[in-house]
């Protein structure tokens, strides 16, 4: 079984800063791409960054020069930076991992439950 647990948000003011985290756990044999999403109310899911086992890193137009997103792989750990925090970041961030767990020869996404962010002075 596997586990992806954020923790991190929370209520911040405009143009202060915010780090998540998310720790996965369980049976897993090798973690590929781990990245962060987000959905705000009436709005889909988006990507926001996505980092690979190897530390390259991409990033929604939207946050680049302000988030910077980075892992631990030797603690199943990846993390994201806000900074500059804007009332548009407002939303439920989502931890995701692409993962191979044993005895399995394929890799899944699996989904964290959630963080709120709200940004709001």
């Known amino acids: 079984q596997v586990r992806l647990v954020e923790s991190g948000g929370g209520l911040v003011q405009p143009g202060g800063s915010l780090r998540l985290s998310c720790a996965a756990s369980g049976t897993i044999a090798n973690i590929n791409t781990m990245g962060w999403y987000r959905q705000a109310p009436g709005k889909e899911r988006e990507l926001v960054a996505g980092i690979t086992s190897g530390g390259s890193t991409n990033y929604a137009d939207s946050v680049k020069g302000r988030f910077t997103i980075s892992r631990d792989n030797s603690k199943r750990t990846v993390y994201l930076q806000m900074n500059t925090l804007k009332p548009e970041d407002t939303a439920v961030y989502y931890c995701?991992?692409?993962?191979?767990?044993?005895?399995?020869?394929?890799?899944?996404?699996?989904w964290g439950q959630g963080t709120q962010v709200t940004v709001s002075s």
């Open positions: 995701n991992a692409d993962l191979r767990t044993y005895g399995s020869s394929t890799y899944k996404k699996y």
